[in-house]
C-alpha cells in the first residue's frame, strides 16, 4: 500500500530536549516536505527536500532541522525544542514540487512543556 | 492580503443540501490549484484538481476563475460523510514552486 509514515504519532516533552520525528515514503518520491499547522494558519511549510542531500527552508524554519540521506526518509530534528513548537505535525510526499498531489503521513500531535 | 483566503465557517447545511465554498488567490501567476479534504485531527487528502475548464467529480464540482482570482467548490446532495474542512490550495508562482493551503472552510452537515 502507497503511504507516508510518521512516527511518533503523539508526543509529550519538555523545553529543551532533543527530539526526532521520523517519516517514511513507499513511492519513490522524489520531493517532501515537512508541515505544520496550528489553529487560524493553516498549513504551513517548515522544510522541503528536492531530492536525496538537497534540503531548503520553508516559511517557518527556525528551530528545527531535517536531513535526507535516502529517497524514502525525510526526519525532522528539533534540537531545543520550546513551547511555540507545539503543533500537528504533518510529512508529505509527492513527485514534484508544486504540480502534483501531495501525500501526507497521519501527523505528530507535538506538545512541549 | 493572504495569499490563499477562504471562509472559515462553519457552513452548517442540512443532508441534501446544496453547499458553495470560495476561495481567492493573490497570484496571478499560479498555474496549479486544488481542493484537499482534512477529517479533524487526520491528514489533509486530495479531493480534485481543478482545471480551467472546470471539472466534475460525482457530487462535486470545482470551477477557476482566472481573472478574478477565485476557485469555487460546489458539492451537491450534502451528505453526513461530506462534514470536514476543505482546503483551497495553489501553487505559488508556478508549476514548480511550492503549494500554498488556504486556513480552510469547516463543513458540518446535519441530518
Known amino acids: 500500500e502507497a503511504q507516508v509514515t510518521q512516527n511518533p504519532r503523539y508526543l509529550i516533552t519538555v523545553t529543551g530536549k532533543k527530539l526526532t520525528v521520523t517519516c517514511s515514503q513507499n513511492?519513490?518520491?522524489?520531493?517532501m516536505s515537512w508541515y505544520r499547522q496550528d489553529p487560524g494558519l493553516g498549513l504551513r511549510q517548515i522544510y522541503y527536500s528536492m531530492n536525496v542531500e538537497v534540503t531548503d527552508k520553508g516559511d517557518v524554519p527556525e528551530g528545527y532541522k531535517v536531513s535526507r540521506k535516502e529517497k524514502r526518509n525525510f526526519p525532522l530534528i528539533l534540537e531545543s525544542p520550546s513551547p511555540n513548537q507545539t503543533s500537528l505535525y504533518f510529512c508529505?510526499?509527492?513527485?514534484?514540487?508544486?504540480?502534483?498531489?501531495?501525500?501526507f503521513g497521519p501527523g505528530t500531535r507535538l506538545t512541549v512543556l | 492580503r493572504k495569499e490563499v483566503e477562504q471562509d472559515p465557517g462553519p457552513f452548517n447545511v442540512p443532508e441534501g443540501a446544496t453547499v458553495a465554498f470560495n476561495c481567492t488567490y493573490s497570484?496571478?501567476?499560479?498555474?496549479?490549484f486544488f481542493w484537499y479534504r482534512q477529517d479533524c485531527r487526520k491528514e489533509p487528502k486530495l479531493l480534485m484538481s481543478v482545471y480551467s475548464s472546470g471539472n466534475e467529480d460525482g457530487r462535486f464540482t470545482a470551477q477557476l476563475n482566472r481573472a478574478s482570482q477565485y476557485i469555487s467548490l460546489l458539492i451537491r446532495d450534502s451528505k453526513l460523510s461530506d462534514s470536514a474542512t476543505y482546503l483551497c490550495v495553489v501553487n505559488g508562482r508556478s508549476n514548480t514552486d511550492k503549494l500554498i493551503f488556504g486556513t480552510g472552510t469547516r463543513l458540518q452537515v446535519f441530518p
Open positions: 508529505a510526499s509527492s513527485w514534484a514540487r508544486g504540480s502534483n498531489e501531495q501525500f
Open positions: 497570484n496571478s501567476a499560479s498555474q496549479s
Open positions: 513511492m519513490n518520491h522524489e520531493y
